[in-house]
């Protein structure tokens, strides 16, 4: 079982950065691929990024080169850095956290099991 929070959300201006946080429980963190998405009311879960449990990186290609995804094991926290932030970046950002039984990049709601409650970013132009 791992349970994941979520924190860092708030309102920014258009251009502004803010970084989330994503604080997990379990033993075996470090096996786990985690990832992130966001949701926009009426609309899906879209991917952003995830990182694998090796470290690999991969982005949607409507934040590369502005949001960063990094981890840190030791602390059991995954980290989304976002620069150069948009409006159409509002939305609600939940992390989400799956066993890395294959090494492939997991970037889909239907690959993860535990999610995290959600941060609410606002992005104002």
């Known amino acids: 079982q791992v349970q994941l929070v979520e924190s860092g959300g708030g309102q920014v201006q258009a251009g502004g950065s803010l970084r989330l946080s994503c604080a997990a429980s379990g033993r075996t963190f470090s096996n786990y691929a985690v990832g992130w998405f966001r949701r926009t009311p009426g609309k899906e879960h879209e991917f952003v990024a995830t990182i694998r449990s090796d470290g690999e990186i991969t982005y949607a290609d409507s934040v590369k080169w502005r949001f960063a995804i990094s981890r840190d094991n030791s602390k059991k926290t995954v980290y989304l850095q976002m620069n150069s932030l948009k409006p159409e970046d509002t939305a609600v950002y939940y992390c989400?956290?799956?066993?890395?039984?294959?090494?492939?990049?997991?970037?889909?709601?239907?690959?993860?099991?535990?999610w995290g409650q959600g941060t609410q970013v606002t992005v104002s132009s």
């Open positions: 989400a956290a799956e066993w890395q039984q294959y090494l492939r990049f997991y970037t889909t709601r239907n690959d993860y099991t535990y």
